[in-house]
């Protein structure tokens, strides 16, 4: 799937990720956690960022990341390519 992933201190990147748990937990070096914020689009994060001290990444809506983080798209239930392009997300994440 097509996501966009950020690095903490590093602009976001494009990528095409398998669409499984064992990727995603990859890229996040853990647990995951899905933050949804909006109906279209979330978040997949460590979920233990903070218990494991993990550099803040971004903050979002007033939400805290911690370490890498994964813009998925959503299609009910499952996780699918990011319907956000680069240039969105940066405008959303105020970069």
Known sequence: MKVLIKAPNNGAI?????????ALQGWVNGYIECV????QWGVVANEEGILRGLPKNITIEGIP?????????????EFTDCPLTKAELLEVIGE
């Open 14 to 22: 494009e990528a095409d990720i398998p669409n499984t748990l064992k």
């Open 36 to 39: 949804a914020l909006d109906r």
């Open 65 to 77: 990341f911690y370490g890498t983080i994964v813009f998925v798209g959503f299609d009910g239930d």
